[in-house]
């Protein structure tokens, strides 16, 4: 059996570009058939659709990813909807985030998968310890709220309207930043001793004014990174910390969905 990822890519935004020429690199040198639809912007929704549902049909492909964001013309929930729950690798789909809440066997987001098995291999068990989940995204806050909450933390789930945002971080034992808004979470959000994770990618002007007018950019996290890693005992980096797990659990997820669709779990 030859686990099959098929990724979809509506539009030209770039970073969706780079995700998606790793995640079809990074499937092929694992050994998978693995294949990539390049699909003009101006496609229309409809034909989003019938390339999903031929996909669902393909006996060779187990795991199918729609890269988001899809432009503005296409609704992603109706999507998402059409996509076979068993073949939803990104666990966008409501049955697979139904699953996860009710904590049911369930294919999960990737970037939460990764993120927990970083969390797991450096602190061991989570049982009591008090989470803070900064965003409350489908692909991201919300699922790795239901994980944190599995695996026994304490959860807190904030957002951009929570208010005093800066005290509920500083009660975290782990925070996980998911915003997407460059260097929001400040070194003194941060206990002293907490473990830090940053699933922010959010590329901005370089800090020097020449290189910035040239039009240089930068990934950065959602987190000031030196500040806070003068506090955390452990923090991970933006780019090269949560962002390679992402693809790593994307793999997982498609060989977990081939051997479900042949019956071997
Ligand atoms: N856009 C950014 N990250 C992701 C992801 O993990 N899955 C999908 N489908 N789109 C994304």
Known sequence: LTPGLAVVLVGEDPASQIYVRNKGEQSKAAGMHSVT??????TSEAELLALVKTLNADPAI????????????????????ALDPDKDVDGLHVINAGRLANGLPALTACTPLG????????????TG?????????VL??????????RADCTVTIAHSKTENLKAVCQEADILVAAVGRPGMIRGSWIKEG?????????RVPFSDPVAAAAGK?????????????????????????VGPMTIACLLQNTITAARRIAGLE
């Not at 993120?115 to 989570?126: A, P, Q, R």
């Open 37 to 42: 639809h390049r699909l003009p912007a101006e």
């Open 62 to 81: 187990h795991g199918i990813l729609v890269q988001l964001p899809v432009p503005k013309h296409i609704n992603d929930q109706t999507i998402i909807a």
């Open 115 to 126: 993120s927990m098995i970083l969390l797991k291999e450096t602190l061991g068990d989570l």
């Open 129 to 137: 310890k008090r989470a803070v989940v900064v965003g409350r995204s």
């Open 140 to 149: 991201v806050g919300r699922p790795i709220a239901q994980l944190l909450l």
């Open 194 to 202: 907490a473990t830090v994770i940053d699933v922010g990618i959010n």
């Open 217 to 241: 950019t930068k990934v950065v996290g959602d987190v000031k990174f030196k500040e806070a890693s003068r506090r955390a005992a452990f923090i991970t980096p933006v780019p090269n910390g």
